[in-house]
Structure formats: structure tokens, C-alpha cells
């Protein structure tokens, strides 16, 4: 039954009014809507509307926000006393704590109390809302409305659809986001929608070179950042998120995804939330953290040392290396084969610096390999293999770094840090896709407005090349054997013709 979110009379009720009850109130009166307040704590309500009523006069006070614009807006909170009063609402929002069964319990006494057309919808984050709608008598009504924290600023929501989901309701969602200046994503029911899904790739592929011992996790972390260009890195994330928090959700849609190694978690986060260490909440995570500060870990200064001649690769990304070598100073030894003295550089995709270094026939005491996928202007990423001489990797390091760009030296890792893991979440965003759970355009919109990764995951993809990301998979996956490498059949098809990861299906 099509239901018109356009009409000024238009109201809704919002239950449970903490922090994401409370923002979703804010965006409605906003935009208009009258609000009713709902909680079953006595009292809550009234503190609800009293916080958002003061969120709303701070606005008006740093002129986001047109006084009798204010004074509409906070006429429309309304306190709800009792779940009786919510009778005439045409829409009710629920958002009460993370209790799958607590859920199922409103839904069910809410039925008994609103009308027959009366659209029900959950903000939960990590709960089915198929299982939740099981509950209803009317399942058909029931849909996911997952806003993120905090609601008046991260300007997306996920419209989920249960698998009895009537189709006006994912499109009332829809128009109702808009007009509350949201954009709103299509998602089929799934574990992490699509937001937490497509986040998966990031942190624990993190995690799994760190558990390799091929860089420390501030090292991680300064890559990430300043290479791939991520606002935070994936261990200031977690103690950001806190672990208490981040390892159960990782195992937890490991676990519904029926222990899917792309999601595979790591011991490393189960030992530190055993240890309490949760990040910045507890003191200490990854980092210290002191009146909510995080430590600063001093990056160590780079050597003085330099090489006499540099050989640089023509395979790969050997082109930008040499371009970057020229512009260094350094001497260039041009010959076909590098000389004695010489200390070799190669950019290999995918490959680590053992591997390329063997297939040219180099030397691997003398064969370092420089990440050139990525940014070179903020930070430069260094490789070496097992048994490459201290001194050329001092002379290397000393190179990179002689114009007072920050070098990260690392261990041989196949696609150094950010091949690794932004080939991670290009593949799971592109099974994404495969599975239909949303459009590749919903995709890159959640994603970038949910997590703020630089790109979409997809268009990411293009910008790097579907063939390039489908090279780095199958070179993680030949060398570790493992089945998390393996690429989407989205990947592979559109790499293979040459099209874009954002092309839908024909």
C-alpha cells in the first residue's frame, strides 16, 4: 500500500530514544516531520526531547539553522508516553538496543496497536530483519532502516529488505530518507547489509599482515593513511571503534556467513579484548591513550647513507620508479644488466620482493622493491626480501627519503600493505554486486558516505584497473593457498572484458 512521505501533515515515531533514537528525531523535525518519543526507561523520552530541542537551538545559534525554522522543528517533538499513544502513526522507527529477541517483542506488541498499513522499521545494525519481521503477523510491512552514528552528520541509510518485504516499503524508506537529506542505499537482507559487509576487507586483512610480522601496526596504519589515503588507519580505527566492540562484530559475520574466510577474524584482537586492552576507552588498545589522546610514535629518521648507482626494473611499475629515481639525484645505472655496485629496485604488482627479484635473476641480497601503485608524494613503501644486505636497504631508505618524504620499510609481503587490502575491498564490494544484495552504485555510495573511504570500492577498482586487482588476488591466492584471495566471478568477468566494475548487469 503506497504510502505518501511528501504530505506536510506527515508523523512518525521513533522507539527508543538513545543516541541513534535521538538523531533520527532530529532529522525528521528538520525536515518537518512530527516526531513522536518512545522509550520504555521512565523519563527517557522527556530527556530525549530536551537534548534534541538543545541540539537544534545550537544550530539555530551557529546560523545552520533558520529561527523559525528552530522554532517548527522543536515544536514537533512530541513525548510518547505510552505505546498506546503511537496508535495513529504511519510510520514507526525502532531503535532500542541490539537484542534480537527485544526486537521481535516490540514488533509484535506494536502490531497489536498501530494500523494494518501502518510501515514498521528497524535501525538495526547487525540483526536480520527477516528474522525480525518473523515475529509480525504482517512481515510484509517490516523493513531495515539502518542510520550511522551520529545521525544528523553521516548523511546515508541503508533501506533493507526482508525477503517478505513489500516493495512499497523499501520505496517509502527511500523518499522518506531523501526528504530528511539522507541518501538512502538499496539492500537485499544480509549479514552487514552492505556498509559493515564492505568493511570487512579493511581491517582484517590489517590484521593478517600484522600477524605476518611484515610491518608493525603504526606502520600499518601511516601506510594506509598516507599512501592509500585513508582518513584513519585500520588500529587507530579500532581503538577509535573499540575492540569490545569491533572483534565480536567480526566474528559474528564470520560466523553468518558460515566462517567465509574473506571475513576470516584474527587472534590478535581476541588476545588484546581478553586482556581488556579495548583502545581508547580502556587506556591502551594498539596505541596508548591518555585524556583521549593517542600516543605519538615517533617515525624513525631516515639513514644517511646513499647508493653508488641505482638498476631499476623496467617490469611492473618500473617506468614511475625510474621517474622518481631521476628526480631523486641519484646515479642511474642504465645497463640491460645492473652492475656489481649497484643496488636494485623493482615495483613489482603483487608479487613481493623475493619472487621478482628471482624471476629477473637478481640478486636478493641487493633487491629492494618500492610500492608504485599508490601515492609517492606523502609516504613511500619500501620492500625487502629475506636477505637483503643492511646496507642496501640503509642506502635505499636513505634515497626515498632524501627529499623529506616519509619511507615505511617492510617485510616481503606479496602486494606490499595497500595492494593487499585495497584489492580486499575492491573483491568484497564486487561480490557485493555478484550477490545482488545492492546496485554497484549503491555500493560506492555507502560506502564512501558510511565508512569514508577515499573512493567507492568499485570505482576504486577502475581507477587502479579490474585486470590490476584481479593480477594482486591471484598472486595472494597462489602464494598462500588460501580461499579469502579468491576473486569474484564480478572481478573476473569484467577484468577479463575489459569493462567497469560499476557496469551492472545488462
Known sequence: MPLDVSRPDLSLAVVGVGVMGRGIAQIAVQAGIRALLHDSRPGAAQDAKQSVTGQLARLAEKGRLERDALARAQANLVVADS????????????????????????FRSLEDIVSEDCLMASNTSSFSITAIAAACKGPERVAGFHFFNPVPLMKVVEVVDGLLTAPWVGEALAALALRCGHKPVRAKDTPGFIVNHAGRGYGTEALRILGEGVAEFHGIDRILRDAAGFRLGPFELFDLTGLDVSHPVMESIYRQYYEEPRFRPSPLTGQRVAAGLFGRKSGVGFYRHENGRQEEIPEPPAPASRPASVWVSRSGLGARLAELVAKLGARVDAGAQPAAQSIYLVAPVGHDATATALAEGLDPTRTLAVDCLFALDKRRTLMTTPVTAPAMRAAAHGLLASDGVPVSVIRDSPG?????????????????????????????????????????????GDAIGPARILGILQTLHDFYGDPRYRASPWLKRRARLGVSLLTPEA
Open 83 to 106: 505505546r498506546e499513544s503511537l496508535a495513529s502513526c504511519p510510520i514507526v522507527i525502532e531503535a532500542i538496543v541490539e537484542d534480537l529477541e527485544a526486537k521481535r517483542e516490540l
Open 416 to 460: 606490499f600493505v595497500a595492494q593487499r587490502v585495497v584489492a580486499q575491498i575492491v573483491n568484497i564490494a564486487c561480490d557485493i554486486a555478484q550477490q545482488r544484495i545492492a546496485s554497484p552504485a549503491d555500493i560506492d555510495a555507502a560506502v564512501t558516505l558510511g565508512l569514508g573511504y577515499p573512493r567507492g570500492p568499485l570505482a576504486w
